[in-house]
């Protein structure tokens, strides 16, 4: 019985195979070697060094480890200047409040207007 053979016969039993092994079945990968491919995958998820690289791959492989997915990693957000002014300009047109107070200078404030507190957010939805 070929491999192949082997597969399809553990499929018509039911067995059932991950989406991974399937794909590697597919290549023409025997039962053994796609064990082997799982196994060393799981063990480099878990962060071991399996083998060495050469300095200028280990900086691409860095890299593309911090591409944004991991824990720690914080955006740079860019700051827009048309909301500060907007934020600016409704500060200036509104007279006669007291305690004006930017909560974030691009976003929010408050105000307290005939002793109550009031609280602007400015928002640009996409569209």
Not at 44 to 69: H, M, S, T, V, Y
Not at 70 to 77: I, S
């Amino acid at each position: 019985m070929t491999e192949k053979e082997k597969i399809l016969a553990d499929l018509v039993k039911g067995k059932k195979f991950s989406d991974q092994e399937l794909a590697l079945f597919s290549l023409g990968l025997t039962q053994e070697e796609v064990a082997d491919v799982i196994n060393t995958d799981k063990r480099i998820d878990k962060g071991e060094k399996l083998f060495d690289l050469p300095p200028d791959l280990e900086k691409g492989a860095k890299k593309a480890r911090n591409a944004g997915n991991c824990k720690g990693y914080t955006k740079e957000k860019k700051t827009d200047a048309d909301k500060g002014k907007l934020i600016a300009d409704l500060l200036d047109g509104i007279p006669y409040v007291d305690n004006v107070k930017i909560v974030n200078n691009e976003r929010e404030f408050t105000f307290t207007f005939r002793d109550k507190k009031y609280k602007v957010v400015l928002s640009c939805p996409r569209s």
